[in-house]
């Protein structure tokens, strides 16, 4: 089973508009941490926001927030006014503390953002 | 700056021959990591290393290798027994593997190897 999965390969939204990047995870860990990743076109990943298991509030970083619902197991991240810099694959990710990924960190498929000028 | 360097960032070669890409981070971790990526896909663990002198497999190991004698170094041979080798390699450094999994993965711009 898909410890981690986006379900939405493609997304479009309009500059300056806010936009949500679905993510839902998978593991009987008490103790994980959920990370999204941005990979532009020139393919380096750079670590945008980060959400423990036992944080009680949701994560933000800039215009990045993290929308953490626990008991669904939801992760999802909300980008608010999109720019045009904005457009690359975002990738959702989880460490988890003993599971059966060793502690390492676990990718989902990944979400093409497209925004439009 | 700390940070990860990986080169070359493009590496030809022909099919038979094995290739190591390099992968080095001054950022003092402990642990690291080669993933693969393909077109359109996320990223799959090959191998990674928590200690000098230790490393594991991960989900796809065969046909590659590894090394790790110095922390700041974790060379990956891509090896003519690899059968798809043509691919997006991307190396990462982070915290111990284990009890760290609110530490996040710093990764370098990666090497896109392509075998004709």
């Known amino acids: 089973a898909q410890k981690i999965t986006q379900t939405q390969p493609g997304m479009f939204v309009q500059e300056k508009e806010a936009v949500t990047l679905d993510c839902t995870y998978d593991?009987?860990?008490?103790?994980?941490?959920l990370f999204w990743y941005k990979q532009p076109s020139s393919g380096e990943m750079i670590f945008l926001i980060y959400?423990?298991?036992?944080?009680?509030q949701n994560a933000t970083e800039g215009r990045y927030s993290l929308n953490f619902q626990k008991a669904r197991k939801s992760a999802n991240l909300v980008i608010s006014a999109s720019q045009l810099g904005d457009s690359a694959m975002y990738f959702c990710?989880?460490?988890?503390?003993?599971?059966?990924?060793?502690?390492?960190?676990?990718f989902g498929k990944g979400t093409k953002l497209s925004v439009k000028p | 700056d700390g940070g990860i360097t990986q080169s070359p960032k493009y590496l030809f070669r022909k099919e038979g021959q094995n290739v190591t890409l390099s992968c080095e981070q001054n950022?003092?971790?402990?642990?690291m990591y080669w993933y693969r990526q393909d077109p359109g896909q996320g990223l799959r663990l090959i191998y990674y290393?928590?200690?000098?002198?230790?490393?594991q497999k991960g989900d796809i190991a065969e046909g590659y290798s590894v090394s790790r004698e110095k922390k700041e170094s974790f060379p990956l041979t891509v090896t003519s027994a690899q059968k798809n080798p043509t691919a997006f390699y991307l190396c990462?450094?982070?915290?111990?593997?284990?009890?760290?999994?609110?530490?996040?993965?710093?990764f370098g711009n990666g090497t896109r190897l392509t075998v004709t």
């Open positions: 990462a450094s982070s915290h111990a593997v284990k009890g760290s999994y609110n530490s996040p993965l710093h």
């Open positions: 290393s928590q200690i000098v002198n230790d490393f």
């Open positions: 990710a989880m460490r988890e503390d003993y599971g059966g990924s060793q502690g390492n960190l676990i």
């Open positions: 959400q423990g298991s036992y944080d009680e």
């Open positions: 593991t009987s860990d008490q103790s994980y941490g």
């Open positions: 950022l003092n971790h402990d642990a």
